[in-house]
């Protein structure tokens, strides 16, 4: 059939009936896009969203910019190789050239670099290969309520149980309390409960007794993205630096979502002024083509030939891509300008803060997020309320039928989570703002003292 007039019924009904059960966004954000542009898409029925996906922030730069297409259209109209494995070419090189040089020269002076099938998932499988390749340890330690992914491996590190209760998949990881200021593992707020989250790290590798073998990495996410939006505190990232450094226990950064200068600066663990011995990175790397690499200190590269392979690794359009991609985000400063952003938009979420219904405001840069509660629950666990997924749920749906498309994450699913391109306006961001508050105030039946006038 012919889709180019296709209604969004049509569209989905076809898409439901063709594809898994397992398919998800489509559940919740019932759009079939016919164009997108920058911040926006437009679906096939004419309506205009903003995009606060972004394809889960791969978009950096949003929807179709000139600087990436145009980098694509130079590959393609030049003749050059498009799929080349792991052989060299011109693309690759350039790409390696930006990433290099938007790293910490700390860092970048002993990189290595390993190209990765095109998920970051198979970059965290590759990450977890290497460093048990150089240590000959066998556990890995993570972190409650993160996410790196679907595979096997990175799927045994995630933090919800549920999701990754599939016969087989577990391996042998422990998973370690996430300095959470609403909903502390300790019962205790501020640097009190970051301090003692460091101190059960320290105390577990020091203590023979602790149960655990000597660790082959522990792998973290600086800000916890599908968690919740969930920031580590700069303190707390420099003491588990300082531990894994003093137990000879390498250190993974998942920065597949925060890298790029999503946070406010190009990595996230630049704020905490540290330097990982291992990097995963994806999403935005490839200027929204599939990329991922593993960038790691030299000391680690134990591995023979073949030891990690993937047929996609050698995807010269992404290179292509994403190394227009960083190049911009560097020459125009973006993460300076996702910092301003990022600060502004927070303004307009922490507007419906004093609701009873709103647990928590939270984030870093133009990653943020805002969870829902239900103050009247019977509740147990960490935290003062009970997250409350079905009042998340109404708000996407009433910022959705005003024309803002964001996802949800963290616990039942219960924080709206902002992951706008880094090129989004000032205008973008009150216009979203605005949205959202109108939606919360709509869903919680509140008054128009939501509503909050950005500074010019």
């Not at 970048?108 to 460093?131: H, I, N, R, W």
């Amino acid at each position: 059939m012919s889709y180019r007039d296709a209604s969004n019924d049509v569209m989905l009904a076809q898409q439901a009936e063709r594809e898994s059960n397992a398919r998800t966004y489509p559940r919740h954000l019932p759009l079939a896009i016919a164009e997108a542009r920058g911040v926006t898409v437009t679906d096939m029925d004419g309506e205009q969203y903003y995009d606060c996906l972004a394809g889960a922030g791969t978009l950096a730069l949003g929807h179709n910019h000139p600087v990436v297409t145009e980098a694509m259209e130079r590959v393609l109209e030049n003749d050059r190789a498009i799929h080349t494995l792991d052989i060299t070419a011109p693309a690759k090189e350039r790409f390696v050239d930006e990433l290099m040089a938007s790293l910490p020269d700390e860092f970048a002076e002993t990189a290595k670099v390993q190209f990765c099938s095109p998920a970051g998932t198979d970059a965290v499988e590759a990450a977890l290969k290497l460093v048990k390749s150089a240590t000959g340890n066998g556990s890995i330690l993570g972190f409650q309520g993160a996410y790196h992914g679907m595979t096997a491996g990175a799927l045994s590190l995630l933090g919800d149980a549920e999701t990754k209760d599939v016969p087989g998949v577990l391996a042998d990881v422990h998973h370690l309390p996430y300095p959470d200021d609403y909903r502390q593992p300790f019962g205790v707020e501020g640097e009190d409960g970051h301090r003692l989250a460091s101190t059960y790290v320290e105390n577990l590798l020091a203590d023979p007794k602790s149960g655990i073998t000597d660790p082959a990495g522990m792998i973290l996410e600086p800000v916890q993205g599908e968690g919740g939006a969930i920031p580590a505190p700069d303190a707390w990232l420099r003491e588990m630096r300082r531990i894994t450094r003093e137990h000879d226990v390498p250190l993974i950064l998942d920065e597949v979502q925060t890298g790029l200068g999503r946070t406010g600066e190009t990595y996230a663990f630049e704020h905490a002024g540290i330097v990982p011995d291992v990097l995963v990175l994806s999403k935005a790397f490839g200027g929204g083509l599939p990329l991922s690499v593993v960038v790691y200190d030299e000391s680690l590269d134990e591995w023979g030939p073949g030891a990690h392979a993937g047929t996609f690794r050698g995807n010269q359009l992404a290179m292509a891509a994403g190394e227009a991609t960083i190049d911009y985000v560097r020459k125009h400063d973006l993460p300076a300008h996702a910092a301003e952003m990022g600060a502004r938009l927070r303004k307009h979420l922490e507007s419906v803060a004093h609701l009873d219904a709103v647990g928590d405001v939270r984030g870093r840069g133009l990653m943020l997020g805002v969870e829902f509660v239900d103050p009247d629950a019977p509740w147990s666990g960490a935290g003062p309320h009970a997250p409350d997924g079905d009042l998340a749920a109404a708000v996407q749906e009433a910022c959705f039928e005003r024309g803002l498309v964001l996802e949800l994450g963290g616990r039942e699913s219960a924080t709206a989570r902002f992951l706008p391109p880094l090129v989004v306006t000032r205008e973008q961001v009150d216009d979203i703002g605005r949205i959202f508050a109108e939606a919360v105030r709509d869903v919680v039946q509140t008054d128009d003292s939501l509503t909050v006038e950005a500074s010019p």
